[in-house]
Nanobody, 123 residues
């Protein structure tokens, strides 16, 4: 099964925006719920956002609620994370994860991970 592949990271000033994408060749996301996590240097990998397979339900970490939006286009087999009003504390490697069981906010619930994409926000 194909691993997720993240893209769209980069360098942005505080207050700016980025849109991350997650897709996978040889694997379909259409029947899966998917999450974004992030990991800053020296820190644990933390939950950011979650979306159900049909896109009807989403959830966010408190720190990003109101600024980030997770969405999906099942026809394109792609999950998106729109990040607005970015802050320096959002600097991290962002990971897409799928194939979970258990509690969706927990890293260990997911079996399938991408390699991550770096987001750097300057003050």
């Amino acid at each position: 099964q194909g691993q997720p592949v993240e893209s769209g990271g980069g360098f942005v000033q505080a207050g700016g925006s980025l849109r991350l994408s997650c897709t996978a060749s040889g694997r379909t996301f259409s029947g899966e719920s998917v999450a974004w996590f992030r990991q800053a240097p020296g820190m644990d990998r933390l939950f950011v956002a979650f979306i159900t397979s049909d896109g009807r339900n989403t959830d966010y970490a408190y720190s990003v609620k109101g600024r980030f939006t997770i969405s999906r286009d099942n026809a394109k087999n792609t999950i998106f994370l729109q990040m607005n009003n970015l802050k320096p504390e959002d600097t991290a490697v962002y990971y897409c994860a799928s194939d979970y069981s258990g509690r969706y906010r927990f890293r260990d619930s997911y079996k399938n991970w991408g390699q991550g994409t770096q987001v750097t926000v300057s003050s």
